[in-house]
C-alpha cells in the first residue's frame, strides 16, 4: 500500500502524469500518477490518504525545491498537471451522496493569480461536505463574484490566494462584497493568507487548510 502512495508521491513530484506521457525521461514507460491513484483506489487506500499522505507532501516539495532554485516553473507545471490527474480519480470520492445540499459555496482564486490546485481541493472538500459549490475558477474579480452572489444571495464566498502579490487583491473584493451584501459571509485562505490579514481586510474567516474550511460552514448552519 505505502508503496502506491511513495511511487504516486514521486509522479507527483517529477511530473509524471501518465504511463504514456514522455516526461520525464528517466520516468519512460512507468505508470504516471493517473494510474496510480486508480491502482491506490482500487487496493482500497482511501481518497483522504492519497491526498494526505501523497498528492500534499510531495506538492509541499516541489514548492520547496522551487524555493531553493533546484526546479523552475515547466517542472514546477508539469507536477501541477500529474496532480490533476490525479484529483479527477479522487474528486467523485469528495461528493457525499447526500441528496439535501447545506447551502452554497462560491470559490475562486482572486484577481492575477492563475493557482488553482488549493482551490480545488478546497472546492472538492466542501462539496464532499453536502455543499452545493459554484466554481468560478481562476483570476476572479469582484465583479463575478458579485455576479455569482447576486444570482445565489444567501451562498458564503471563498477566496483563494496562493501569492503576496494577489492577496492584496481580496482586499477589494471583499470591500465591494460586503459594501453590496453587508450580511455576506467570507472566508478566505491560501498559503500567504494569514488570520491577520483576514481581519485586516474585513474577512469573516481564515482557514489554513480544506478541512478548516469544511468545519466553518459546518458551524455557520447549525
Ligand atoms: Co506558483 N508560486 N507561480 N505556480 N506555485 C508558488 C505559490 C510559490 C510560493 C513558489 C515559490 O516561490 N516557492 C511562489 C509565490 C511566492 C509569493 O508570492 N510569495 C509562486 C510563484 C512566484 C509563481 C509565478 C509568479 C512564477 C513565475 O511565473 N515566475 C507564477 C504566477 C502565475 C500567476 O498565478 N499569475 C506561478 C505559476 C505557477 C504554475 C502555473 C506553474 C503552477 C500552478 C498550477 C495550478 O495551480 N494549476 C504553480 C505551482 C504549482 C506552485 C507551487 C509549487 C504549488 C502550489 C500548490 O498547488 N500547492 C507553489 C509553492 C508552494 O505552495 N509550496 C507556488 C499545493 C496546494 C494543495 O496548496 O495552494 O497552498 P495551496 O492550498 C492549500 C492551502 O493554502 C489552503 O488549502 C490548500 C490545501 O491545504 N487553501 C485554502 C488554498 N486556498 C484556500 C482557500 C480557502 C481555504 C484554504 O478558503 C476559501
Known amino acids: 500500500m505505502s508503496d502506491i502512495l511513495n511511487k504516486l508521491a514521486q509522479c507527483i513530484e517529477y511530473g509524471k502524469i501518465s504511463k504514456d506521457c514522455p516526461y520525464p525521461p528517466n520516468m519512460k514507460d512507468q505508470n504516471g500518477a493517473d494510474e496510480l491513484t486508480k491502482l491506490a483506489l482500487e487496493n482500497g487506500i482511501s481518497p483522504d490518504e492519497i491526498l494526505e499522505k501523497s498528492l500534499i507532501p510531495a506538492m509541499a516539495n ?22 490533476s490527474s490525479s484529483m479527477i480519480h479522487i474528486k467523485p470520492y469528495f461528493i457525499s451522496g447526500e441528496t439535501k445540499r447545506k447551502g452554497t459555496f462560491i470559490i475562486g482564486t482572486v484577481t492575477g493569480d492563475l493557482h488553482d490546485i488549493g482551490k480545488n481541493l478546497v472546492s472538492m472538500m466542501i462539496e464532499g461536505g453536502g455543499w452545493e459549490v459554484i466554481d468560478l475558477g481562476v483570476d476572479v474579480g469582484e465583479v463575478k463574484f458579485l455576479e455569482a452572489l447576486n444570482k445565489n ?12 502579490t494577489t492577496m492584496e487583491n481580496m482586499k477589494n473584493i471583499v470591500l465591494a462584497i460586503k459594501e453590496k451584501y453587508p450580511n455576506s459571509k467570507i472566508l478566505v485562505g491560501g498559503a500567504p493568507v494569514t488570520n491577520e490579514y483576514c481581519k485586516k481586510i474585513g474577512a469573516d474567516f481564515y482557514s489554513p487548510d480544506p478541512q478548516g474550511a469544511v468545519n466553518y460552514l459546518k458551524k455557520l448552519v447549525s
Open 153 to 164: 444571495q444567501n451562498a458564503v464566498i471563498g477566496l483563494s490566494a496562493l501569492l503576496t
Open 62 to 83: 516541489v514548492g520547496n525545491k522551487f524555493s531553493r532554485m533546484e526546479i523552475y516553473v515547466p517542472q514546477m507545471l508539469m507536477s501541477a498537471k500529474a496532480m
